[in-house]
């Protein structure tokens, strides 16, 4: 007859004093501190209809608070969200929200224009779209935003392919 062995057990006991053991000094995992994270994450991968809802509570947490930084953040991304949906309309109403809170700024009036200049070119008013798409690279000129002025030529880039301006659009980045 085979000789059945007992499997090897740890008790409990040790296996809770060795997790106590473990580097206190390492920081605990924490979730991301920003509060537009996760929006903008289910925006970044398609999910507007998701991002739309998380912007919408950021937007009426943050509307009666001093933080006009964040809730200009949370309308744009409303604006942003509802662009991406489709609703143009919606996107524009909230699009003049954000205009507004953006103020004198050259970035948050750049962010906030570009975003009209998606809306413009998705509604087929391509020399609207230009000339928003162009102030915009002056914002970002003035704000030093190398991302803004990236968005901005890649925004004229598409009117000019959308428009058959191919070779227009060469000459603009020569």
Known sequence: ????????????????????????????????????????????????????????????????????AGYWRAVLGWADAERRLGHEDSALAALDLAGRLAGTDPGRRGWTRFIHANVLDHRGDFPAALAEARAVDTLALAAEDKRLEAAAWHEMGRVFSLTGRNREAEGAHA
Not at 14 to 31: F, H, I, S, Y
Not at 45 to 63: E, H, M, P, T
């Open 1 to 68: 007859m085979p000789v059945c062995r007992r499997p090897f057990r740890i008790p409990i006991l040790v296996l809770l004093a060795l997790a106590g053991c473990r580097d206190q000094t390492a920081p605990p995992p924490t979730v991301a501190s920003d509060p537009f994270h996760v929006a903008d994450s289910l925006q970044a991968v398609g999910r507007s209809s998701l991002a739309l809802a998380r912007f919408l509570v950021l937007r009426d947490s943050l509307a009666g608070s001093v933080d006009s």
